[in-house]
């Protein structure tokens, strides 16, 4: 050690600090701030001395001092000044004067030094730190000013195991720095990290190696965490050190010998796995993994004892998983090269593995059989390869089949009532084995079919004997066929007669079993998914149509006492219905009544809380509007039971809103105002029904729905939870729009006029999608109505973007960029369907108020998405009024605005031009200056080249190429060339 320590040149700055009375004290007060118990004012006049003792000049000596002079115990501290040496390091310790770059590594080593002496070693994250810092000398100086850099350490291990450790973990974080993978490192570092493997590989790597062997030996008896962090060292090494140099007779005995030991044969697991993942020739890594399963299966490693632990199967698992893959891309890569002979060889070894995989796939414990789901995918994409594969190896494909259903069945101990972290894991587990299946069915469609067939078959005949998870486990597997076998037009019953018969078959027997009536509500709800997902089978055979839905009506399902049945079976029933309608007729008034008690709006008056919640019941409305509009009663008829349907929700909604107006309790206000949008939202989702204002017409179902409009307009007059309420009408308008069309539109200004009252940002911001849709829908015969609403809305959004935002508030500077952004989509609503008349028409001054927001938002907006929007908006204006019939003052507004535009804002240090929102907003800028080019011809070609480009420093040369460039290039190669252009000038 000393001499080690004293080959080193000593500074005269080094010996200085090491002098008893050059000593220098910290600041002990503010050292007191770095203890996890003190106050905040406390830390932060730590953190201030932290910052004042990085940029001090001797900083990282006085910190270096204290840790060599050993006048400082707590680990706070201590871990204070490593900090302060990394951030020398970092920072400045490359260009540092060479004197303080070797009074640094004296410091590092004179730590280590007192390691030896040390009766107890530091704490792990102090060991940890201290070894990043040599790691972090060590990429700058390595080889060139440090070649000696391991040999330095080499002779400290002598010194005990807690040096050792030290140096184990100096290796560790050699390789984060330099090999680690998962780091992504810029060229420079790659460049710098493969300088210095090769340097490592000449210089220093067979002594390390020697210096492994040594101490597995040394302390694989004394000290097994240093036998563990050792193996850790050399399994992250070998990936790029000469595989022979660890795959000998020495190397592979201490491992097996290891595999023994109960401390470290999970260590050990490991590091032969990142043996046979080390890049190489695949017949030769073939070999090695030959040999290296034939030694373990010798030893009686492999297979694993049925009463193993479980931590070293998940380690065996792995490397089993290791071996499968390794040899699968193996067989790749001589595919690729054509070497089918090899090739051929290798997948066999591959599948020769097979039972050690099947073994650890059907483990009882899922992780353990999580652990080898690559190792099968691989195998089956590779089977999928190979011609006949599914054929040839049709008794592995059944066997791992067998397996998967197997572990596709809950266990006992699922909580199916509270769900907690291990089911959530059991159900991830659950979508791996899915992807599996899906692959397999890919692969052979008739193996898999028939397998699921006669379990399906074989289960449904005998439920009610059989525990419920074999039976969810059954009509899951039939769900799931539904993903993983191809329909033909999306129906499993028409085409391929042995598919077909198979399907008919199982689906038949599960609706005759009458096992959706199952007392387990998983079983149950697993029949109604299969049923919704099969409905076109019902289409086919309409005769299990009312065996259905009175399941779907009972205690099966909507009535059903468990509440996340009742809750999925809701939507499960409005899919059906929608999927069935032709079939329901003779049944709809029966249907109807039995659905009214489901549709009671809260709250309910006879002390039983509701079967359904207000979302569920949305689902019921729609069903209940579905079945009459598709019965076959005459419009009349159909009247009358859409009245009946919505009388309720009518009569609910004026009884409450009457009581929410006159509320003084704010709780009470709340209760009152969902219940009045509940009874809006029932109405608007039965209106779901119809598609169009033909379709309600020819049901006779117009009136009942303006009728329901003229009555829910007046909650737009309530002073008391207005978001809440105004939000339902909104709902209600837009689906009138739909249905009602021109009928509609004697209410719009009301409506208008009421929801622009006192808005907040997210109020405005809902609103602008109505009134887009109201601009869209009705276009030219709407623009009196619009041009007189055009400024009270823009005045409105920009009232609200102009109130005060509190800087911490980021939920509230979001919704802001959110309504800048939906104003633009307003303005390009107008533009697009052709009623900027509604622009021009307002007063000059306000009008030109208007384009400029626009161009505001184009230049210094920095969201791209709203730049492109506003770029497309002056396109379209510029070739709507870019002409000499456009509007007074615009062609100047072009070239005082617009031309400049679409040059200041992508030269804006905010415009990212390797951004791919950014690009596209590029694009309708370059459209743009394209556009007006072609409207204002010569005049446009001049201004660029004679005064608006000169204007920007631009040299004459460049700028008669720009304007060349758009003048004769045509859209796509001009935007590649703008970019470049762009790029030119910001350089």
Known sequence: ???????????????????????????????????????????????????????????????????????????????????????????????????????????????????????????????????????????????????????????????????????????????????????????????????????????????????????????????????????????????????????????????????????????????????????????????????????????????????????????????????????????????????????????????????????????????????????????????????????????????????????????????????????????????????????????????????????????????????????????????????????????????????????????????????????????????????????????????????????????????????????????LFSRFIKAVRGHLHPYTEEILKSLQDLMVIAPVDNGHPALLSSDDKLFIYESAGVLIVASQFPPQKKQLLMKTLLAPTIEKFKSVLAKLCVEREEDQQLEYAEIVSQCISFASRTSKAFHTQQTMKQCGCEACYLEALQVFLHALDTPYQRQIVHSAVRQYLHRMIVCLETTVLPFIPIAVEHLLKGCSAKDIQEFIPLINQIIGKFKKVIVPFLQEVFMPVVTTIFTVLMQPVDVQDTQAAKEKQTLQRSYFHFLQSLVTNDVVEVISNQSPQDSHRVLLTVVEGAVNFPDPVSQKICFAILKKLVETWGGEDGPAGFRDFIYKNIIPACFVAPLKSTFDLNDGQTFLALQEDGALLKTILSQQGGEAYRFLQQDYLPSLQIVPELCQEFCQALQQTESKVFRNYFKAFLLRLKS
């Open 1 to 571: 050690m000393n001499e080690v320590w004293n080959s080193l040149p000593k500074t005269n700055v080094e010996r200085s600090y090491n002098h008893a009375n050059c000593r220098v004290t910290m600041d002990e007060h503010a050292l007191r701030g770095l203890s996890p118990t003190s106050d905040s004012t406390a830390q932060r006049r730590a953190l201030a001395y932290f910052e004042q003792m990085k940029q001090t000049e001797d900083g990282w000596r006085i910190c270096g001092s204290a840790l060599t002079q050993g006048v400082q115990h707590d680990d706070h501290v201590k871990f204070f000044c490593f900090q302060i040496l990394e951030h020398f390091i970092r920072t400045r310790y490359r260009t540092a004067d060479p004197a303080h770059q070797t009074q640094l590594k004296e410091i590092l080593l004179q730590w280590l030094q007192q390691q030896c002496g040390s009766e107890k070693s530091e704490k792990t994250f102090i060991r940890n730190k201290a070894a990043q810092l040599f790691s972090l000398v060590f990429v700058i100086d390595f080889p060139h000013k440090w070649l000696s850099f391991f040999t330095d350490l080499h002779p400290l291990l002598n010194y005990g195991s807690k040096i050792v450790d030290i140096y184990l973990r100096i290796l560790v974080a050699i390789d984060t720095e330099v090999v680690d993978r998962e780091i992504v490192h810029t060229g420079e570092e790659y460049q710098r990290n493969t300088l210095i493997k090769d340097a490592m590989r000449d210089h220093s790597v067979t002594e390390m190696v020697d210096t492994w062997y040594q101490i597995l030996t040394t302390y694989e008896n004394t000290c097994p965490e240093v036998t563990c962090l050792c193996l850790e060292v050399v399994g992250a090494y070998v990936s790029w050190i000469n595989i022979t140099l660890i795959a000998n007779d020495r190397f592979v005995s201490l491992l097996l010998r290891y595999l023994g030991v109960d401390v470290l044969r999970e260590s050990a697991c490991d590091c032969l796995l990142e043996i046979i993942s080390k890049g190489m020739d695949p017949m030769a890594k073939t070999e090695l993994i030959e040999s290296l399963i034939k030694v373990l299966e010798n030893a009686g490693v492999l297979p694993p004892k049925e009463d193993e632990d479980i931590d070293f199967m998940a380690k065996l698992a792995k490397l089993i998983n290791g071996v499968g893959t390794n040899l699968l891309n193996g067989w790749n890569k001589l595919i690729k090269a054509r070497d089918t002979e090899n090739a051929q060889k290798v997948f066999q070894s591959a599948n020769s593995k097979l039972p050690l995989m099947l073994r650890f796939l059907g483990d009882e414990d899922d992780d353990i059989s999580a652990t080898v789901t690559e190792y099968v995918h691989d195998y089956i994409t590779t089977l999928k390869q190979i011609p006949n594969g599914s054929q040839i190896y049709k008794s592995q494909l059944e066997s791992i089949i067998y397996i998967l259903i197997q572990k596709f069945e809950y266990d006992d101990s699922y909580n199916f009532e509270r769900e907690g972290e291990d089911e959530v894991m059991f159900m991830e587990y659950r979508k791996q084995l899915k992807v599996i299946f899906d692959n397999i069915a890919q692969l052979d469609n008739q193996v898999m079919l028939a397998t699921i067939h006669q379990l399906v078959m074989t289960t449904l005949r005998q439920w009610e004997g059989i525990e419920f998870t074999k039976v969810e486990l059954a009509v899951k597997l039939l769900y799931n066929l539904g993903e993983s076998i191809p329909a033909n037009q999306s129906n499993h019953f028409l085409g391929d007669s042995t598919k077909v018969t198979a399907m008919k078959e199982m689906m038949t027997t599960l609706v005759t079993s009458r096992v959706v009536g199952h007392s387990h509500f998983a079983v149950a709800l697993q029949v109604f998914e299969t049923i919704s997902r099969y409905d076109k089978f019902f289409n086919l055979e309409p005769q299990h149509i009312p065996e259905i839905i009175a399941a779907f009506l009972d205690e099966r399902g909507l009535r059903n006492h468990n509440v996340n049945l009742r809750s999925r079976t809701s939507y």
